[in-house]
């Protein structure tokens, strides 16, 4: 009974991101985000079946998840004027401390994933041992500029 509760949770979820994102109830588009939901759903419990993944956030990274999102509309500046100047951007290797298995360490890098690629001049390509790889289409000069969250 559990699983199928994770399995509706996970469904209706994406069920509204697809309404989010479609921006469109006409029945075809209603019936799509039912069928992709499901598929994203089963794919997810499949996931989760096979590796479980236990995160144990601190609440305190919370505020570099308000940095992050703060520096969305810098970013979308930074971005338009780098495309105007048609840049190609470059790579970036800075150090993060990407430690162990343990449910502390998962969650950090993942909140640090999600939140360092969240504006679009940065994508966060992976996280290592000792390195994040981020790809910057305008790079400041400080290389914390590629954790806006602060997570390293």
């Given at each position: ?31 799509a ?59 970036r ?58 997570l390293?």
């Amino acid at each position: 009974m559990r699983a199928l509760a994770r399995w509706i949770t996970w469904w209706a979820a994406l069920a509204a991101l697809w309404l989010v994102l479609v921006d469109n109830t006409k029945l075809p588009e209603l019936l799509a985000g039912v069928v992709a939901a499901a598929l994203g759903a089963t794919a997810v419990r499949a996931v989760e079946e096979r590796h479980p993944v236990r995160l144990s956030p601190h609440p305190a990274w919370a505020a570099g998840g308000l940095r992050a999102l703060a520096r969305v509309p810098l970013d979308c500046w930074v971005l338009a004027v780098a495309l105007a100047r048609r840049r190609r951007g470059s790579f970036r290797a800075i150090r993060f401390r990407g430690g162990g298995d343990d449910p502390e360490s998962v969650a950090r890098r993942a909140l640090a994933e999600a939140l360092d690629s969240l504006g679009p001049n940065s994508y966060v390509i992976g996280i290592g041992d000792e390195v994040m790889l981020v790809h910057q289409l305008d790079p400041p000069d400080d290389p914390a500029s590629a954790d806006p969250a602060g997570l390293r």
